[in-house]
């Protein structure tokens, strides 16, 4: 139902405004306050927190409900559509009900190229949805992603945000289905891979309390680091080396134009 409540036969329209969101159970609400607390002592401005909170509420139902929203906007000052707006604007937050594991696959330009594409279409057959759908069994939801951050390794597929590199159509057909029977899958780099609520908590700024979890955390591929080894004097395996200028290119101030008889 949108901001009307609609009528019963054909989704008319009857203006009649939704009602206000529900509220947090007191037991939930006092734990998600004493949370906030936390995370908005961080920052010198309270709104300044609005997108871990967004996070945190996330961490507690899957996805960013009224409720969260209300909870958001009443902590902060804000107003519900001010929440909304950010809620609405960036794809890490969910606006409706999904999998403990979202399984992302990178369809960008060389993802796409290396076989990215290939592996949507299959992993969307094999586990019957669509884009942005939830297999029944509310295990795994699939959604395609315009960039992983990481081309080295392409292609990508992520899980609740954990790089698995260089993928095929076949060994992401056996990550979906150990997901789904509850098998261990472990991310080629970074910590261990936890459920999508457990992830959400940790993107709101709280530690990832689980042993050797914060150790494990993986970094980029040599490629993406290039830059990074430059500046700090160390020499790359391989560098393209800048173009050269050609000798007769001007050094400055404007072209002059030839004169008559040049």
């Known amino acids: 139902m949108t901001d009307v409540a609609m ?64 909870f958001c906007a009443e902590v902060l000052g804000l107003t519900t559509a001010e929440v909304t707006a950010v809620a ?4 890490m937050y969910r606006r409706k009900p999904s999998g403990d594991y979202q ?35 509310g295990k795994v939801t699939l959604e ?31 990550l979906v289905d150990d997901l789904i029977a509850g098998r261990e899958v472990r991310p080629t780099r970074g910590a261990p891979l936890c459920t999508y609520k457990e992830t959400a908590r940790i993107l709101a700024g709280f530690p990832d309390e689980r042993p050797g979890a914060v150790e494990a955390s993986g970094g980029a591929g040599p490629a993406s680091l290039t830059g990074l080894r430059l500046h700090k004097g160390e020499t790359p395996s391989r560098v393209v080396t800048q173009r050269a200028e050609p000798d007769d ?14």
């Open 88 to 91: 609405t604007f960036y794809t």
């Open 249 to 262: 290119r001007p050094t400055g101030g404007a072209t002059r134009a030839p004169e008559e008889g040049e």
């Open 103 to 137: 399984v992302g696959v990178c369809t960008n330009t060389l993802c796409a190229v290396m076989g990215g594409d290939a592996i949507f279409d299959e992993l969307k057959q094999h586990l019957g949805v669509g884009n942005d759908e939830t297999t029944e069994d």
């Open 144 to 174: 395609h992603i315009e960039c992983n951050a990481a081309c080295d390794f392409a292609p990508v597929v992520m899980i609740n945000w954990e790089f698995f590199d260089n993928q095929t159509p076949e060994s992401a057909k056996q």
């Open 7 to 70: 009528g019963a036969t054909g989704g008319v329209s009857l203006g009649i405004p939704q009602m206000p969101a529900p509220d947090f159970p007191a037991d939930v609400r006092a734990r998600l306050e004493a949370d906030a607390k936390e995370v908005i002592a961080r920052y010198p401005g309270s709104r300044s927190a609005l997108l871990p909170l967004l996070h945190l509420v996330q961490s507690e139902e899957g996805y960013v409900t009224r409720t969260g929203i209300r």
